[in-house]
């Protein structure tokens, strides 16, 4: 089979689109013949070597950690999926990724696929989709009618946490580059200011912080939370700001696979509820240059990756 995979780390120019052993499901796993993959950038800073700390893989390794696809084979043990099932889900950040033909994928980090959009384009919702629904409801324990202030609301997870927080009932505050306003807005935001510390008429109850910002704009984004309060962080190259003695909290949020909570955005996004973002199909021969292409500037909206058809 065809994968794209590197050897080495470095820049973009060390991944290699090339033939590949097909794998074999063990115990508990499933086979998906791949539809689509997408980017996140965590997969960039993987490639480039700088989290080997935090994430150490195996070279050579095949990127890819979202995976929208069909049931081609099963493991032993397998219930609750059948050959020709339509799925999606995301690896661990350690595993083999599904940047490839085929992919084997543990049975319990699965979901079935929505049926409400095409089965490419739903590769885009796992990973971002969590990652905002674990924020707003795992860590900051958000409920109705509380306020919300999202930083960096314009972009692929910002989006997600938008339209959730919304759906839950909160007031929600956005803070947005220029090109990502509008996105924003249709997500919709109640108010929607431009980057950096917005002046607020009162306090909010929860800051959530996906955009890279400077020790001081963290402080300062702890500092717009009413006491007993709570910021979740997903630039965990940085630690959240906390206030002890407010009250408020500080919460680094590393993003897990959970299909129970993937269900529940699926159902969601079939209900008319909640949406994808901006999608733009690449085949998986190019995943290479948006690398690239994410190295000079911020990739708007999502990407996925078309595995090659039969």
């Known amino acids: 089979m065809k994968a794209v995979r590197f050897h080495e780390y470095g820049t973009p120019e060390v991944l290699r689109y090339e033939d590949v052993d097909q794998p074999v499901p063990g115990v508990g796993e499933i086979r998906i013949r791949v539809a689509a993959t997408s980017f996140n950038p965590v997969e960039g800073n993987i490639r480039a070597g700088v989290m080997q700390g935090p994430i150490p893989i195996q ?29 999606i889900g995301v690896l661990p950040l350690t595993s083999t990724g599904a940047a490839a033909e085929y992919v084997i994928a543990p049975v319990q980090l699965l979901a079935a696929a929505p049926t409400s959009v095409p ?71 109640d108010e929607i200011h431009g980057p950096g510390i917005p002046e ?10 996906f955009a890279p910002i400077a020790p001081e704009q963290m402080a300062a984004l702890a500092a717009v939370i009413r006491d007993g309060g709570v910021l979740v962080n997903t630039t965990v190259w940085m630690p959240a700001a906390s206030d002890e003695a407010r009250g408020v909290r500080g919460i680094n949020l590393f993003f897990r696979p959970d299909a129970e909570q993937l269900t529940e955005l699926v159902s969601l996004l079939d209900a008319g509820k909640l949406h994808l973002g ?3 199909r690449v085949p998986l021969a190019g995943l290479a240059q948006v690398h690239a292409e994410a190295a000079t500037e911020p990739i708007n909206g999502k990407v996925v990756f078309t595995a090659p058809l039969d």
Request: glycine content about 14%.
């Open 119 to 189: 089965l490419v384009d739903a590769a885009g919702l796992p990973l971002v989709g969590l990652t905002a629904w674990q924020a707003l409801f795992e860590h900051a324990k958000l409920t109705t009618g509380q306020r919300v202030l999202i930083n960096g609301a314009g972009g692929a997870v910002g989006t997600y946490a938008v339209q959730l927080a919304k759906n839950a009932g909160a007031y929600v505050i956005a803070t947005t580059g220029p090109r990502s306003s509008e996105q924003a807005k249709a997500a919709g935001a």
């Open 59 to 87: 070279l050579p390794h095949t990127p890819g950690l979202d995976i929208a696809g069909t049931v081609d084979a099963l493991g032993e043990d397998v219930t609750g999926f059948d050959v020709g099932d339509r799925v």
């Open 278 to 280: 901006e999608t733009r």
């Open 200 to 209: 607020l008429s009162e306090p909010v109850d929860v800051v959530l912080n």
